[in-house]
């Protein structure tokens, strides 16, 4: 997800009800053959985007590696998730400028949480920057919650450093699991 908040500064619920719904998407895996249409979202999404050696790396290490795709190929959104002992840890999830505040990065969350659970993960981390309302938005809505900082984590645009906030996801059976709720107590959709 874009580290820039909502240029609009509008909730979530009002971008999601004013843009049209896009066609059917497909989740496939992502290989070197991705690379490239990956790579130019990327560096839209990112003052500091992850280089071709980081997405090479994370393939060659087996790590999960999902994006949506439109039915003719175009990719729209990607996620990069690494397996720990009974976790796993969430290091990329970005949707393209033009496909934001559509669900996209809702259904990777989700894809990536059924992943997790079939191979008997308890939990789900990742770090987000503070400055990403959006991404914290969407996260919290979904269940996870803030149990650290990480000082300054994250590089940004003016050469300083920002903090990322870790966050983390309980997914163990017979937990409550707010991921897969579609209610909403706070009264915004979801994006």
């Not at 895996?29 to 090479?56: K, M, Q």
């Not at 999902?66 to 690494?82: F, K």
């Not at 939990?123 to 149990?147: D, K, M, T």
């Not at 997914?171 to 991921?179: K, N, T, V, W």
Request: some cysteine; proline content about 7%.
């Amino acid at each position: 997800m874009s580290a820039r908040p909502d240029p609009a500064g509008l909730a979530p619920q009002a971008r999601h009800d004013r843009q049209p719904r896009a066609m059917p998407l497909v989740m496939r895996p992502i290989t070197l053959d991705t690379l490239d249409a990956l790579l130019a979202i990327e560096v839209r999404c990112y003052s500091h985007p992850w280089s071709r050696g980081n997405f090479i790396d994370a393939l060659a290490a087996g790590y999960l590696a999902q994006g949506l795709q439109t039915p003719s190929g175009e990719l729209v959104a990607y996620m990069i998730a690494m397996a720990g002992v009974d976790e796993w840890h969430l290091l990329n999830i970005t949707v393209a400028p033009e496909h934001q505040g559509r669900g996209h990065a809702v259904r990777l969350l989700h894809e990536l949480t059924r992943h997790a659970r079939t191979t008997g993960a308890d939990c789900l981390w990742l770090e987000v920057r503070p400055s990403n309302l959006r991404a914290r938005a969407i996260y919290a809505r979904h269940g996870y919650v803030q149990v650290g900082v990480r000082r300054g984590y994250y590089p940004d645009a003016d050469g300083q450093r920002e903090d990322a906030l870790v966050l983390k996801l309980d997914i163990r059976p017979g937990r409550p699991d707010r991921h897969e709720r579609t209610d909403i107590e706070d009264g915004h959709g979801l994006v």
